[in-house]
């Protein structure tokens, strides 16, 4: 009997545009997002937002300029930050 392994998704790198939030997974996949579901990011300037780390083994990005923390779980899922307003 064979068993299916599910890989956790791992972020690798990280960009943002105006527009979007873009993480680069290392199983070779994006995750595009829009960038306002994460007011932080948002209302940082460009070298605030390039100033990410990622955490752990690649579950998670932080952004130590603006205290913004972001799971790759929750970006596979669609969850915006709970600091999101959505009209």
């Not at 595009?32 to 948002?42: A, C, D, Q, Y």
């Not at 955490?55 to 603006?66: A, F, K, N, T």
């Amino acid at each position: 009997m064979s068993s299916l392994a599910v890989e956790t998704p791992r972020a690798c790198s990280v960009n943002c545009t105006d527009q979007e939030l873009i993480v680069f997974l290392a199983d070779g996949r994006n995750i595009s997002v829009p960038l306002v579901w994460f007011p932080r990011l948002v209302k940082a300037d460009a070298q605030q937002r390039t100033d990410y780390e990622i955490l752990g083994d690649g579950e998670g990005i932080h952004w130590p300029q603006i205290d913004e923390d972001i799971s790759v779980f929750g970006l596979i899922a669609g969850k915006p930050s709970i600091e999101f307003k959505a009209i």
